[in-house]
């Protein structure tokens, strides 16, 4: 995971077959925070999404076959890929033009030429649109572990594991992005709220307890991993 100052910063794709327009959307998106990767023609993009799925996508609209509103049907039609939110940046500024592109399955546009700023607060108004639409999970599934939300329940390979309501919730917060840091700091205010505010040793506590009841050798643990300096993560390759 890329991090800035110890904080995870979403992943956004940027598709654009001119170079300069690819740069200014990187320029502007990475110094609002988000780590970003660029491609310059839709199939890219497409092979690239089947290794790494990323957060957000900012997708040039007239570009060489497949086009944009081509990559954006592809994407729908994939169940993996369908929720992905879908920044459709277009030269036409025709209210029609704009308006089939969202029926087609963008899920914002901005006509160039853009501002970055603009650029990056509607990137971050997507992200925000999803995870409130997406809601809760009932149930979460990471390699062996399985977390039952509704029962509060956890099982290693069809096992249950017991654990406290703070680990539970500890575990939970890890799990739900493979591969993303989080800052001790970042746990105490999810998992905590405001109680321990400040004595992130809590957290290292709590982890080395999670650890006893979920790893095959707690002193070798290759689930809840740390990142020195940083925080911990859940591992990527239990996805």
């Not at 277009?90 to 700023?117: H, I, M, N, Q, W």
């Not at 971050?124 to 572990?145: C, D, I, N």
Request: proline share 6%; hydrophobic share 40%; aromatic share 10%.
């Amino acid at each position: 995971p890329n991090l800035k100052e110890g904080i995870f910063m979403p992943l956004v794709y940027i598709v654009d077959d001119e170079v300069n327009i690819r740069q200014l959307a990187a320029f502007g998106l990475q110094d609002a925070g988000f780590e970003t990767q660029e491609f310059a023609s839709g199939s890219e993009v497409l092979y690239a999404m089947q290794q790494r799925m990323p957060d957000a996508l900012v997708l040039d609209w007239m570009m060489p076959p497949p086009d944009g509103l081509s990559v954006c049907h592809s994407i729908r039609e994939n169940p993996a890929q369908r929720h992905l939110p879908i920044l459709l940046l277009t030269a036409r500024s025709d209210e029609g033009d704009r308006v089939f592109g969202l029926e087609f399955g963008a899920d914002d546009y901005l006509t160039k030429p853009f501002s970055v700023k603009e650029l990056a607060a509607r990137v971050k108004a997507l992200l925000r649109r999803v995870e409130y639409l997406r809601g809760p999970e009932e149930s979460m599934t990471r390699g062996v572990f399985t977390i039952d939300l509704a029962r509060h329940q956890l099982t290693k390979s069809g096992t249950p594991v017991a654990l406290s309501l703070r680990e539970f919730d500890l575990l939970y917060e890890l799990m739900k992005k493979p591969g993303r840091v989080l800052t001790r700091e970042m746990l105490l205010e999810r998992v905590w709220k405001t109680e321990f505010f400040g004595d992130t040793r809590t957290v290292d506590v709590h982890i080395r307890y999670l650890r006893q009841k979920i790893e095959d050798e707690p002193d070798h643990p290759q689930y809840i991993l740390t990142v020195r300096g940083v925080g911990y993560c859940f591992a990527e390759d239990n996805r």
